[in-house]
């Protein structure tokens, strides 16, 4: 049995327990001691509850006892609510007692400067095989065993959505939000201080629940970053999986700039992971429930065609709206439909296109309607817009979604207690009902996006294994910068493009490599202390002929001198000059949680005052590259306007594989710039190479495959 | 007294009435006839009801006269529910009666066909001076005189929002979120037809009224573009107004051009115009009632810096998070107020930066460190964000917002009955609350968007009387196309820049121009018929000496007889050839609803494949120019990038002045395009200039300033 299975078993127990210890409760109302066995208890849990405190005695009907010990049963979980000191020796005795894992609520470990009990508690777990949930939990709560061992809120409104947060207030307001609608949850955890058992481990625990059809995750950020990928490529087909990110904006807010470095903010990074590996992202938490919601209960679509079926003129025409704004196809109504509508006893000014503005409020209108869009395949998803009261709504809906091959979502709003009731009841049957017509077409673009991920076959999607490249650390302060000539010859061995070129050590040297090449050429200084050549003068362009090489290698010589007095200088490079065109970013960075990352975008203004760019995790698939190609927003520019036709797009994607190859190759690599990257129709040409390697330790058993290490030295 | 007030009046008197005769009641409560008495009973109304049915009888414990002229009393009001075709008797009926007013709830006029009908009814009032709200209407609920007169729903709970909505069902909706958490509404209407009373009244008319703080409105359009804005310039600063207009992204999926007609959706321009007349835009009906509810409560706020106070982490992340994406300053804690958070009995692990994250339960902690940050004015706006039950938030909050400078909001979620009934309770204390971090942080945006605007000079902002240069009718299909030589002296009118030219009719004579001009320069064909100039060839560019422009001159025009051969050619424009520059577009529009508008971009990649453009309705203010100027993503480009200095700025936003005096000026005026204008650190050119007039009506009676049209035939 691997770790992971392990643990999945480890948390099926726990979560199936039959005999919950809950160490430190307490009669004092305001204590969590006694919110958590109020809530416990509220809850409904019917296995055999052991309260324990010192104090012994009775409370809200139990046996109290005064010691973990003394528990007369075996335990299969233990909740602990004692103090942070006094957990090491609970979760001793909880062992003894034959507990397989502890849901440690208590709080004062790591978050409160206590590394230490931290781990004291990690190494009982290991040494006593106790597996552990926390420490610094709101609790966890599944409702297939009626076990809601949190300190609040009590839910007992059991659904198919599983929250994984590492906020206990998130974790509370997503469920109370799902109980009050009618929609319900299957499970509930708080993530804490994840000692032990991981978002990564929730994750595969909840691919294997049948009584959860969907995950949402409100994540500030991952215990180990390959491997949740890893894991999330492995769950997402099965269990969709929606994802809120904390910390969205600080790294927006740096200011953009040319190079790699400052572009890569690690939110940017975190998002186009998750996406890349098949999560939806949410941009706040009602959006995480919302996404979530349709993803639980949507079929999953076969297009993007969606039909509006409303009541109102007015929410059809914000169905509408959102639709388009979220990229979804509205598509006219099939001829053959159409006659059939008019068949149909409809409100003589019901409007028959799409969105279908039905002017009624007769239940009977929609389920026939519906059918018939269903009959005529008219969309892949149906949106019942009621904005009024429609009576009998839930019942039609409810034989509608038996029937119907399409997805259906609902909007209900402005139908005062009609709506109210049957917005709970119509959830209590699994269709997703939304207070807005906005909110439920965004719901059902986060269907369309994870059905149009999943339908990508797989070999083309992924083949990487991608934990095979673990987040190498390395010393950022022993970084240097690899002079061009080196990183030209690395560009190489990737098929990676460079103009013609040659080195040169002295002005006449330079003159007859040019005129080997051919005019007009360009000459980089070469030395290992000037990294942004062109502002020190390293750089002369438009050298027409030999006598203009000559004069530009001492000019350009001379500037740098007098720029970087101490730079040392190893000659030049002499490269063919590129025609102009269009010019693109590639970039690869260590990011810190997922390693190295490749990032893509336009150069110039695009990257500059847009920040348009777009990353993948490395190593990238064949889709990847062109899908990171795509969405940026200056993509026309690649496909051809004004008359132009596209640009070697192929290429670029080819290009973008090398790239991720290169990095996974070299994990010394820490960052890598070409910029530009001059794109033609037929062909594209990296004219600069800035390239910083780090040191790493000295035997890497990481599993990289053992290729020659770029120098890290400055002997070059 | 103006129509304007008569019109205020009218509607003070129906909302006020003391006798309304309900006209068209039924005893069957599928029908209009009694929903609307069932709705007028249940809202409380206090004065006299005067059911009306041939049937006669009693209804609900009232007596139901067989006929309007049988109601013994003096109307106030009719409120109609008959057939559209009893419409005009039952108003002639009610206009014999003394009734100021008709909500004429009937459907069946202009929407099902029946124009006549609807040019009857306004007939009528205008013989008969009844004044009208509808037909086609949900109703009219206005809660100060417990008057709702709706089908639907009964809204009894009074707060200070006003609801005007073009959909019955968003009135309906709107309405219900705002009574069922307890925030409240002053109004609620339906717009409908808008045969006589129309949007532009109800706004003259809540700003007025005292129970209103502010508006809501759902437009799908306006009635009179020019009269709406400038109603909206008049009572925005006196009651903050929040719009959702309904159809945002057809336009926005016009495929991108470079030319400002495709460019110029309509919805952008609405949407441009409202803001720029002091209106607060919302993207979703949900974020309409969001941003509408922190206009109506919170102070205007000095300026934008917020400050979150939080029970929990995960949601003070949110709150910072969605805070930075809106744009909003999160100040680092004055040092004094530190020492003195330090003094207070705080949690031990409480978070004392910016967002502050107290850990706490006790609503006296957040009273406390509230007053502390007022007390060191810590920040414009405060975020009291609870994710978690807080007993005593509502008395807190109470006690608070009455003694701090500061603007409040709240955020409440995840605290269960506590938070349900919190949320009651503080909104009914005028505090606005939101279900989450990230939708109050949006409200608190709206406030400070709204209250930047007014913070602005007035004189600053407009002075321009907008409704003086209304939208002429012009007919498009006796459009033409102005020849640039005449273009250019329209330009030379407006002091708009055009680089140094002369015509020409021969080789010869084009070669002498450009040998008195200087070299380089640019030939351009001048022909009636020839508008795109490149594609047909009639552009010569870089032409560096005599003998080039004349083989210039002769190789464009065979270019243009063979793409165009029946142009009739009328010679060349010499012109010097500018520099390279930055390229940016203005252009100008009639926009069908708004009338002349002006358009500016950056030019190429820019506006082509970003759409990148910003919009404002003619005549502009200086601020309007520097503005429009300021919001283009690309503003970076001119504000210099890339070590290049600030491009001529002021100029061009003088320029922009130009363009809106010059559209102003000439109604005739369809479109006009400058594209590009090369934008130089110290002056600016206009390339090209294309124009299309259209023919206007004789004697345009509008008060246009009466200067000389430009000729719309095709005699140059």
Redesign the interface.
């Known amino acids: 049995m691997s770790g992971t299975e392990a643990t999945v078993r480890a948390i099926h127990a726990a979560f199936n327990a039959k005999s919950v210890g809950l160490v430190g409760v307490s009669s004092d109302p305001r204590k969590f001691g006694y919110m958590a066995l109020n809530t416990i208890l509220g809850g409904g849990y019917e296995g055999g509850i052991y309260p324990v405190s010192p104090k012994g005695g009775e409370l809200m009907g139990l046996k109290v006892y005064t010691s973990v010990s003394e528990i007369p049963v075996k335990l299969d979980l233990a909740v602990i609510v004692v103090s942070a000191e006094s957990v090491p020796g609970v979760l001793l005795e909880a062992a003894d007692k034959g507990a397989g894992a502890a849901a440690i609520l208590s709080?004062g470990f790591r978050?409160?400067g206590r590394p230490d009990l931290e781990d004291r508690i990690a190494a009982i777990s290991l040494e006593r095989g106790i597996r552990l949930m926390g420490p610094n939990i709101q609790g966890i709560n599944y409702l297939p065993n009626k076990l809601c061992a949190m300190f609040?809120?009590v839910i007992k409104t059991k659904g198919p959505l599983a929250i994984v947060?590492?906020?206990?207030?998130?974790?509370?307001?997503l469920s109370?939000w799902a109980a009050d609608e009618g929609f319900g949850i299957s499970a509930a955890v708080n993530l804490g201080n994840q000692v032990d058992i991981c978002e990564s481990d929730y994750l595969e625990f909840f691919a294997q629940d049948e009584d959860t059809r969907a995950i949402m995750m409100?994540l500030?950020g991952v215990k180990d970053g390959r491997r949740f990928l890893e894991v999330l490529e492995k769950v997402a087909p099965q269990k969709p999986i929606a994802i809120c990110k904390?910390?969205?904006?600080?790294a927006?807010?740096k200011s953009a700039a040319s190079h790699t470095g400052s572009l890569a903010g690690s939110h940017e990074v975190f998002e186009a992971a998750c996406r890349q590996f098949g999560a939806v992202m949410a941009e706040?938490?009602?959006a995480l429930y919302d996404r979530a919601k349709a993803l639980a209960t949507l079929k999953r679509p076969k297009g993007n065609r969606v039909l509006t079926i409303s009541?109102?003129?007015?929410?059809a025409?914000?169905a509408?709206?959102?639709a388009?704004?979220q990229g979804l196809s509205v598509p006219l109504l099939p001829v053959g439909m159409l006659d059939e509508l008019k068949k149909l006893k409809l409100p003589?000014?019901a409007s028959l296109s799409n969105p279908i503005d039905l002017i009624s409020l007769d239940s009977e209108h929609f389920k026939q309607v519906a059918s018939l869009a269903d009959k005529f395949d008219a969309a892949d998803l149906l949106l019942m817009s009621f904005?009024?009261?429609v009576p009998g709504a839930p019942e039609a809906l409810k034989q509608l979604s038996a029937k119907l091959g399409a997805s259906v979502a609902v909007s209900y709003?402005?139908g005062?207690k009609e709506?109210k009731a049957g917005r709970v009841e119509i959830q209590r049957a699994g269709i997703a009902v939304y207070?807005?017509?906005?909110?439920a077409m965004q719901g059902i673009a986060a269907a369309v996006c994870e059905a149009r991920y999943h339908r990508t076959p797989r070999e083309r999607r992924q083949s990487m294994h991608v934990a095979r490249y673990p987040v190498a650390a390395g010393a950022k302060d022993k970084s240097h910068f690899v002079p061009e000539p080196q990183a030209i010859e690395l560009l190489a061995e990737y098929n990676i493009p460079y103009p013609e070129h040659g080195l040169a050590e002295s002005a006449e040297e330079a003159a007859e490599v040019a005129r080997k090449l051919g005019f007009p050429v360009v000459l980089k200084i070469v030395s290992p202390h000037v990294i942004h050549k062109s502002d020190m003068g390293g750089v002369r362009m438009d050298l027409l002929d030999e006598h203009a090489v000559r004069e530009g290698f001492e000019i350009m010589v001379a500037c740098v001198r007098t720029a970087v007095p101490e730079a040392s200088i190893q000659g030049t490079l002499v490269c063919c000059q590129a025609e102009p065109g269009l010019e693109v970013i590639v970039g690869a960075i260590q990011d810190p949680v997922f390693g190295p990352t490749v990032m893509f975008g336009l150069g110039g203004?695009?990257a500059?005052?847009?920040n348009d760019v777009s990353f993948r995790i490395a190593p990238l698939s064949a889709l990847d590259a062109e899908e990171m190609i795509h969405e940026i927003?200056?993509y026309?520019?690649l496909a051809g306007?004004?008359g132009r036709g596209p640009m070697a797009v192929g290429q670029l994607a080819n290009l973008l594989l090398e790239v991720s190859r290169l990095v996974v190759e070299h994990p010394e690599m820490m960052e890598l710039d070409l910029n530009p990257i001059r794109v033609y129709e037929q062909r594209l040409l990296a004219l600069d190479a800035r390239i910083i390697v780090r040191a790493l330790p000295e035997n890497p058993s990481n599993g990289h495959k053992a290729n020659k290490r770029i120098s890290t030295s400055n002997s070059c």
Chains 1, 2 share one sequence.
């Open positions: 709080a978050e409160a609040f809120p947060s590492q906020s206990g207030s998130v974790t509370a307001a109370e409100y500030e904390a910390g969205r904006t600080t927006g807010q706040s938490v009602e009541s109102s003129g007015g929410a025409t914000l509408c709206d959102e388009e704004a003589a000014l904005a009024d009261p709003m402005g005062g709506e207070p807005s017509p906005e909110r203004v695009f500059e005052v847009l927003k200056g026309p520019l306007v004004r």
